[in-house]
């Protein structure tokens, strides 16, 4: 199964992510994880990448998508994965497809986790202090959130247009969010 989460930082996909992926047997692909780790890298393209990352702005498209397809042509993404942080804009989210397509394959669902913006500021901003992450700080939380909202919203419509898309209120206890998700899930089953 190949599913993407969609939802503002810290509304937990990353949390749910581990959960699926125990539950599916599919890898956790976090393009967060994959910049982060470029950006520890001693190397120009590790300083252009943490130019972004510590602004709060996004990636290029280009280089976000040439991880992804790096990634996906592995032997454990055969069965499917778990996108977590990609696509984040449409022109991701059409790369992605295009690349699946020349693969023979498709996205089977695309999973929006809804959350309280002012809720979601209080949660990154103990996350930043329990992880020691420098780049969850307010201005660049809020800048991410401003991100979120203007650039990767749109991506419900774009796969709701495509009847991918499944919304579950990110806000409940963990354990409910991921039984509404176990639900969606059964419902975008390859084999069903």
Not at 159 to 166: D, R
Request: hydrophobic share 40%.
């Amino acid at each position: 199964m190949r599913l993407v989460f969609i939802g503002p930082p810290g509304a937990g996909k990353g949390t749910q992510c581990k959960r699926l992926v125990e539950l599916l047997k599919i890898p956790h692909l976090s393009t967060g994880e994959m910049l982060r780790t470029v950006k520890r890298q001693e190397t120009a393209l590790s300083r252009w990448v943490a130019s972004y990352i510590d602004a709060g702005k996004l990636a290029p498209d280009h280089l976000v998508m040439r991880i992804v397809a790096q990634r996906l042509q592995s032997e454990e993404c055969v069965n499917g994965a778990l996108f977590d942080g990609f696509p984040r804009t449409i022109i991701q989210a059409q790369l992605l497809d295009d690349y699946l397509e020349e693969q023979g394959i498709q996205l089977d669902m695309a999973l929006e986790l809804k959350a309280v913006e002012d809720e979601l500021i209080q949660r990154l901003l103990k996350r930043a202090q329990v992880d020691g992450r420098a780049d969850d700080n307010y201005e660049t939380i809020r800048e991410r959130l401003h991100v979120f909202n203007t650039q990767t919203a749109p991506l419900t419509e774009y796969y709701a247009s495509q009847g991918k898309l499944e919304q579950v209120d990110g806000m409940q206890s963990e354990e409910l969010v991921f039984n509404a998700i176990r639900l969606c899930v059964d419902r975008h089953q390859p084999n069903n």
